[in-house]
């Protein structure tokens, strides 16, 4: 009998495990189950798919995105500084590499935080929040800062 047990020198023991199925349907296009979710994969016409989905690598800027975004919203709850945000949103951009395999070699995110009319964002614990996901929070960002560059700013709208 195999044993399963592993060992590792980090810090952090694993604590847990992520799967996902990705079955393909027709051409190019696959069907995706993910935490019970469903959704479709595709690619371009191009390439021989017919857009019925987004192409995969896209994933990885949501990934990024919507990993930060979480643990800022969920930071700045506890600062209660999410009451005084009409709107945050975040952009990610992504550089391709020309040569094949095509990769991101740079990634730039864009936090964008609209306060509420007359309100005045703590801009000290905005950073902080930021600061926190990218570099203890986020385990995409950590993922990611080993295989690219990764950058980011901050813009308060009004």
Request: net charge neutral; charged share 30%.
């Amino acid at each position: 009998m195999r044993n399963s047990l592993k060992t590792n020198n980090r810090k952090s023991m694993s604590t847990g495990k992520e799967t996902t199925n990705v079955k393909w349907t027709d051409k190019m296009a696959f069907e995706v189950s993910l935490n019970g979710h469903k959704f479709m994969i595709d690619a371009t016409p191009a390439v021989g798919g017919e857009n019925k989905g987004p192409q995969p690598k896209p994933f990885m800027l949501v990934a990024i995105g919507g990993c930060t975004a979480m643990d800022v919203i969920s930071i700045l709850r506890k600062m209660r500084v999410d009451t005084m945000l009409e709107d945050f949103n975040i952009d990610v951009d992504g550089e391709l590499t020309d040569e094949h395999p095509k990769h991101f070699s740079h990634m730039h995110v864009t936090y964008s935080f609209t306060p509420k009319e007359g309100v005045e964002l703590p801009m000290d614990k905005i950073e902080k929040a930021v600061k926190l996901s990218e570099e203890r929070y986020c385990g995409v960002s950590e993922s990611y800062r080993k295989a690219m560059e990764l950058t980011s700013e901050i813009i308060i709208v009004k």
